[in-house]
């Protein structure tokens, strides 16, 4: 009798790296390579909720921000965050959103040996996701704003995570 395994297998093991799985079936084995990933976790640092330059940023239960108002900042935009310096490894990182309304961006401050960088998430120049790679050991903040002049009320869901792939938002710590 002949038969084919249909459906999927799942596979969960305490360390990420490469392994093996040994599949036998009567005296038939087969060994498969297997890559075991690290738990998909957000980054995303949590904000404070605060009314900054017209525009009030609400941090919901399930880590959602509400950014609701007109921005009058004199900078361009108004933005609310993370002000604590985080540290965060030498790697490859994707800041991504299922949504950006017009007018908010999402963005991280990198700040290595002194140099400042920021990484933007923003609906007019990215699709929903960008990657990055940040060289040696930094720190970083997170930050979400609304740019001048354009009125917002929306709540969007940053995701934050090591590697080039963004993944369906879970909440931050």
């Known amino acids: 009798m002949n038969e084919s395994f249909r459906g999927g297998v799942a596979v969960s093991g305490l360390t990420p790296g490469d392994t093996s799985l040994t599949i036998q079936a009567g005296t038939v084995s087969k060994t498969i390579p297997v890559r075991v990933l690290p738990p998909i976790k957000n980054m995303w ?3 404070q909720s605060g009314t900054p330059d017209g525009v009030t940023f609400t941090v919901a ?3 959602g921000i509400h950014v609701k108002g007109t921005s009058t900042s004199s900078v361009g935009r108004t933005d609310c965050g993370s002000t604590d310096n985080t540290p965060l490894p030498a790697g490859q990182y994707t800041l991504s959103a299922a949504s950006l309304p017009d007018g908010v961006i999402l963005f991280i401050v990198v700040i290595t040996g002194g140099k400042t960088e920021y990484k933007v998430l923003n609906n ?3 699709n929903l996701a960008v ?3 940040v060289s040696e050991n930094s720190t970083y903040q997170c930050k979400v704003g609304a740019n001048n002049g354009v009125p917002v009320d929306a709540t969007v869901y940053p995701m934050l995570e090591t590697g080039s792939e963004a993944h369906a938002y879970k909440p931050y710590a």
Do not use: E, P, S, Y
Request: aromatic share 8%; charged share 15%; proline share 0%.
């Open 61 to 63: 239960a399930d880590g």
């Open 131 to 133: 990657t990055f790679t």
């Open 124 to 126: 007019q120049v990215h």
């Open 45 to 47: 640092l949590k904000i």
